[in-house]
């Protein structure tokens, strides 16, 4: 979509309580930069006390290892309180092909039925206007030789902008002035959670970001490191974070309990501002 059809959408949501949206740049059709208002009067008459920015990543709908139970469960955590807002982190669906390393057999679904099922399990967020932003993964990447990106499908069902390789992201909320999160899917093979950790503090040296989101590798990753700003004629530490996310895949009869691969489970990013300026890191 072009930034007029983004400013378009964004009026519909006025109804809603969802932040006002700012296209900053687009490139072709994918948003690279966006800006998010909480501090609208308008869409919030009454002061937020906290807003939270939960990541949801590798959900590889349509594998046969997919969890929607735990998807449903945690789907209505998200919605029951209003201030919850969704990064999607990429490998929403699995997309098995006969081009893709992965066996079409271990799929339950053909790609574009995939495209369908995660659309609607994904509508009661668009619909309460609680979607972010997204970028694609390596998964939604395995369609590109076949009919394209189906994270761009996804992405355009359910009107929530999207990048293939990495979004940055601005919130206005408080003292945040803003809030800077940078997203990314991840990328790599590694196994060992120094590698993995190598990973993602690599993607922390880009941007200016205070929390970096990226899931890809199934595993649970938090860092925490300071950077110099400087502020006047002062030196201000500025505290940033690094998160990995885990996925919604069962362990178990899964390609990484083939090659023995370290074991996760359910685990994903939650940040929480307060109007302070403060803001903390948990994971659910």
Same mark, same amino acid.
């Given at each position: 979509?072009?930034?007029?059809?983004?400013?378009?959408?964004?009026?519909?949501?006025? *109804?809603?309580? *969802?932040?006002?949206? =700012?296209?900053? =740049?687009?490139?072709?059709?994918?948003?690279? !930069?966006?800006?998010?208002?909480?501090?609208?009067?308008?869409?919030?008459?009454?002061?937020?006390?906290?807003?939270?920015?939960?990541?949801?990543?590798?959900?590889?709908?349509?594998?046969?290892? !997919?969890?929607?139970?735990?998807?449903?469960?945690?789907?209505?955590?998200?919605?029951?309180?209003?201030?919850?807002?969704?990064?999607?982190?990429?490998?929403?669906?699995?997309?098995?092909?006969?081009?893709? +390393?992965?066996?079409?057999?271990? %799929?339950?679904?053909?790609?574009?039925?995939?495209?369908?099922? *995660?659309?609607?399990?994904?509508?009661?967020?668009?619909?309460?206007?609680?979607?972010?932003?997204? +970028?694609?993964?390596?998964?939604?990447?395995?369609?590109?030789?076949?009919?394209?990106?189906?994270?761009?499908?996804?992405?355009? %069902?359910?009107?929530?902008?999207?990048?293939?390789?990495?979004?940055?992201?601005?919130?206005?909320?408080?003292?945040? %002035?803003?809030?800077?999160?940078?997203?990314?899917?991840?990328?790599?093979?590694?196994?060992?959670?120094?590698?993995?950790?190598? @990973?993602?503090?690599?993607? @922390?040296?880009?941007?200016?970001?205070?929390?970096?989101?990226?899931?890809?590798?199934?595993?649970?990753?938090?860092? !925490?490191?300071?950077?110099?700003?400087?502020?006047?004629?002062?030196?201000?530490?500025?505290?940033?974070?690094?998160?990995?996310?885990?996925?919604?895949?069962?362990?178990?009869?899964?390609?990484?309990?083939?090659?023995?691969?370290?074991?996760?489970?359910?685990?994903?990013?939650?940040?929480?501002?307060?109007?302070?300026?403060?803001?903390?890191?948990?994971?659910?």
């Amino acid at each position: 979509m072009i930034a007029a059809e983004w400013q378009k959408l964004d009026a519909a949501r006025d *109804a809603l309580r *969802a932040p006002r949206l =700012q296209i900053n =740049q687009l490139e072709q059709d994918e948003v690279k !930069f966006v800006d998010y208002d909480f501090e609208d009067t308008h869409r919030f008459p009454a002061p937020l006390k906290a807003v939270e920015l939960v990541h949801l990543t590798d959900l590889q709908i349509g594998s046969k290892g !997919f969890q929607r139970t735990r998807f449903n469960e945690y789907l209505a955590w998200l919605l029951d309180k209003p201030t919850r807002f969704v990064l999607l982190g990429g490998d929403i669906v699995d997309a098995a092909t006969i081009l893709s +390393v992965a066996s079409p057999y271990d %799929n339950t679904q053909e790609p574009i039925d995939q495209v369908d099922q *995660a659309t609607e399990l994904l509508k009661p967020l668009q619909k309460a206007g609680r979607l972010l932003g997204y +970028v694609g993964g390596n998964h939604e990447r395995r369609t590109i030789k076949t009919f394209g990106d189906c994270g761009r499908l996804i992405a355009r %069902n359910l009107e929530v902008p999207y990048s293939r390789g990495v979004q940055l992201i601005d919130i206005h909320f408080g003292k945040h %002035n803003p809030f800077r999160v940078s997203l990314w899917h991840g990328g790599g093979s590694a196994r060992t959670k120094g590698a993995k950790a190598q @990973m993602l503090h690599r993607f @922390m040296h880009q941007a200016d970001s205070h929390v970096y989101m990226v899931g890809h590798l199934h595993d649970v990753v938090l860092l !925490f490191d300071w950077r110099q700003q400087r502020t006047g004629r002062r030196i201000k530490l500025q505290k940033i974070a690094g998160i990995m996310s885990s996925s919604f895949q069962s362990y178990w009869n899964s390609y990484a309990e083939v090659a023995a691969m370290s074991p996760s489970d359910t685990m994903m990013a939650r940040v929480i501002l307060e109007p302070s300026g403060k803001w903390e890191v948990t994971l659910r």
